[in-house]
């Protein structure tokens, strides 16, 4: 389909609205279906309504304007009752951390791109959160939250970037996606494959089974890459698909993900260890191992700033 985008007024200001609501309500929903079917009611109507325009035109949610497309997905998604009361348990572990500051902060879930975002004005601060967060655990709403009201701090920064290139984050991410070009193998820079088939013949001779990669929808500023075992994915931060991102970089930030691979998670004092010494050992043979850490602590800094 080669028309222009459909932009629908309203739609993500209905949904912007609905996130303050359930924001204002999460606390009470667990004890009170009350409040949660009607709200449900309400978005899965509002699908409904751009599903019947759309057809009207003959035309997919394809055709949806980005913000309009995410929002559409977004509705979606939080008419099944499982990932709305995920919403709904984030929001109170958020309201949680935010015990005491609660009248200054007002948290919204929103289908986009950023992790997070903060607005302040006049003491209160309203801050957005990548709806992508609703899987994960209260530890990581607390970290957003005291990143917000507290400080942020390089601790905080890390476990909400793990959080987001962990596979539950970026399965509800793809999901969001789903209507736009997904990003996948082929970033709009750099090509994880390419990449892969030159560290694999460098550094291990070739005969590295590839393991499926992508790269992320979503920005993090400090941790660049993932392994996920269960899955043999890799994830790479979208952050690196820039052209002020030199190849070898990527190339460093996928050699250090594929050495988990090789090595394999160490179970030391009950605890998984995965940058054991022979791993950091060999995360040294890369040949600009100095000049790639340095990049990347320079890019992490300018990323935040
Ligand atoms: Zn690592």
């Excluded at 984030?90 to 992790?115: D, F, H, Q, T």
């Excluded at 302040?120 to 957003?144: D, M, T």
């Excluded at 970026?170 to 390419?194: F, K, M, T």
């Excluded at 890799?234 to 050495?259: K, R, T």
Aim: charged share 25%; net charge positive; proline share 4%.
């Amino acid at each position: 389909m080669s028309s222009s985008p459909i932009k629908l007024s309203g739609v993500v200001s209905f949904w912007e609205e609905k996130s303050e609501f359930l924001w204002r309500h999460c606390h009470e929903i667990p004890a009170n279906r009350a409040i949660a079917v009607p709200l449900q009611r309400t978005l899965l109507r509002q699908v409904r309504d751009i599903d019947r325009i759309l057809l009207r035109k003959g035309l997919t949610p394809a055709a949806l304007a980005l913000p309009t497309g995410r929002v559409y997905a977004a509705l979606e998604m939080l008419s099944d009752e499982v990932l709305f009361d995920r919403a709904v348990m984030g929001l109170i572990a958020a309201k949680e951390a935010a015990r005491g500051y609660a009248g200054k902060l007002v948290v919204s879930l929103m289908p986009m791109r950023p992790l997070w975002t903060v607005r302040r004005r006049q003491g209160r601060s309203k801050l957005k959160c990548n709806l992508g967060f609703i899987n994960s655990s209260p530890e990581i709403w607390g970290a957003i939250v005291q990143s917000v009201v507290v400080k942020r701090t390089a601790h905080r920064d890390q476990l909400v970037d793990e959080a987001a290139l962990s596979n539950p984050f970026q399965e509800i991410v793809g999901r969001l996606n789903r209507w736009s070009n997904a990003v996948g193998v082929r970033g709009q820079v750099h090509d994880l494959e390419e990449l892969f088939s030159r560290v694999n013949d460098t550094y291990f001779s070739g005969v590295l089974g590839a393991p499926d990669m992508t790269w992320s929808e979503t920005v993090t500023v400090r941790t660049f890459g993932r392994y996920e075992f269960s899955q043999d994915r890799v994830v790479i931060s979208a952050s690196l698909d820039q052209p002020e991102v030199p190849e070898w970089v990527v190339e460093f930030v996928l050699y250090h993900e594929l050495l988990h691979k090789v090595h394999g998670l160490q179970r030391r004092a009950k605890r998984n260890i995965a940058h054991t010494r022979a791993f950091k050992a060999d995360e040294r043979r890369f040949e600009r191992f100095d000049e790639a850490e340095q990049f990347l602590s320079q890019w992490a800094h300018k990323l935040r700033t």
